[in-house]
């Protein structure tokens, strides 16, 4: 059985592979890309790496979180480039950000830890007849705790064994269901033949039922069915 500082640093070189991967891969002509390390723990700010041109005014700037599975991308924050414009959150980005300052592009992630670390893309949306920019920035983190590392592993391991325990007892109870349903169409059969089978002379029963002419002892009369 695997000791749990060996699963800690598999797990961390693990981790390091995919985002190197995901640096490296993705990026076209109209981007740029540029690497950047954090220490666990302290805010981190991400330079926007798209190259604006000169004497053309941006309509927005797009924060997203890209997905090693490109070309996924998910929102983290946006915000028009109009006076007393404010910054919308993604709701699907789930930790705080906020740019630098009001006129800054810069992405500020506080308090950053591991799964913090990846790819980020900085959009910039150009108005009509113009060309639209981007930038992206790899994250790393490093000076995460082993306990924190070893926490993550366990916990997907955990959620991995769940979804297969939900899905084996959703084929059980598929296969009680049918063999119920199989059951009651072999019993349903036979007693529907029963029920319709008409009664034969000899199975014939007499009905006694009682009766009083008010003077003597009760009499019972004879009825065939």
Known sequence: ML???????????LFLVVVLIACVSGND?????????????????????????????????TWYRVSEESPYKRGVLRKRLTNNSTVQIYSSFERPAVLLSDDSLDLLLPNVTAQDAGKYLCHLAAPVGEKN??????????????????????????VCIALVLALVACFLCWRYMRDISILRSKIKGPLEQIVKTPLQKK?????????????GPCSYHHVCV
């Open 133 to 158: 920019v981007e930038g992206h920035v790899c994250l790393a983190v490093s000076g995460c705790t082993e306990e924190a590392l070893y926490k993550d592993v366990v916990f997907d391991m955990i």
């Open 29 to 61: 002509a109209d981007s740029t890309s540029r690497e950047m390390l954090s220490r666990c723990g302290e805010d981190s700010v991400l330079k926007c790496e798209a190259t604006p041109k000169p004497g053309v005014q941006y309509r927005a700037v």
């Open 3 to 13: 000791r749990r500082s060996h699963i800690t640093t598999l797990a961390k070189m």
């Open 203 to 215: 199975n014939l029963k007499l009905i006694y039922t009682p009766g009083s002419n008010g003077l």
